[in-house]
């Protein structure tokens, strides 16, 4: 099977030394990388460049991105070629930086363009998050032959609201799986589909899964 996997966080730069991330550190990915290529699987791992996990990466091929822009590139240019798979499991950063306003004397907003480095002389320094674009929703048009598997990290709620969280993500990105976890969810893993879903104790035991559904 010739597969993408996408590990680790993207970011945004407020300026050029100060950037917007997600808490992620590449580890999930990268060694579900690991597994499918000790299986005889071709994988290119794409891997941020803040992951702070220190494993080996055994990939057949190892690519690193920086921002949520960068990652996309990155996708988009398997487009066309022949991938059975995506495993998206990056942690892409949600928000991206709007406008930027400083406050003068009168205490009102005054629209603010960063240099380089932003001096905190400057005073506070009030910034607009916007949205970012959602990489999993455009995965479908480039790959329309490929058997996608999203990731929801769920951090509020219980179990029932991540499984919901996941079959949202299915049906709004039109992906055949997501993998739930996260502090919501609980210990161990699930792999969700608009068919069901069935939890896994461990990342060992969800990596089979997944290599066994494509097979």
């Not at 990915?29 to 994988?43: P, S, Y």
């Not at 495993?87 to 907003?109: E, H, I, K, P, Y």
């Amino acid at each position: 099977m010739n597969c993408i996997v996408t590990a680790g966080p993207t970011f945004e730069p407020l300026d050029e030394v100060r950037r917007l991330t997600n808490f992620s550190t590449g580890r999930l990915g990268t060694e579900l990388a690991n597994f499918l290529t000790a299986r005889g699987h071709k994988v290119t791992l794409l891997i941020g460049e803040s992951a702070t996990y220190a494993g080996e990466r055994r990939a057949h091929s190892v690519k690193v991105f920086s921002t949520t822009a960068d990652l996309r590139l990155l996708l988009k240019s398997f487009a066309g070629k022949k991938v059975a798979a995506i495993f998206q499991a990056a942690a892409v950063s949600d928000f991206a930086f709007g406008q930027m306003f400083t406050r003068d004397a009168a205490g009102n907003l005054k629209s603010f363009t960063p240099a380089k480095k932003i001096s905190t002389r400057d005073g506070s320094l009030f910034v607009e998050l916007v949205p970012t674009r959602k990489i999993i929703a455009e995965l479908r048009g480039w790959f329309p032959k490929a058997n996608i598997v999203g990731w929801k990290f769920a951090a509020d709620g219980g179990r029932a609201d991540a499984l919901r969280a996941a079959k949202r993500q299915i049906a709004d990105c039109a992906t055949d799986f997501c993998v739930a976890n996260g502090p919501a969810y609980g210990q161990g893993f699930n792999l969700v589909s608009a068919a069901g879903q069935k939890h896994f104790a461990s990342a060992g035991k969800l990596f089979a899964a997944l290599e066994n559904i494509f097979e």
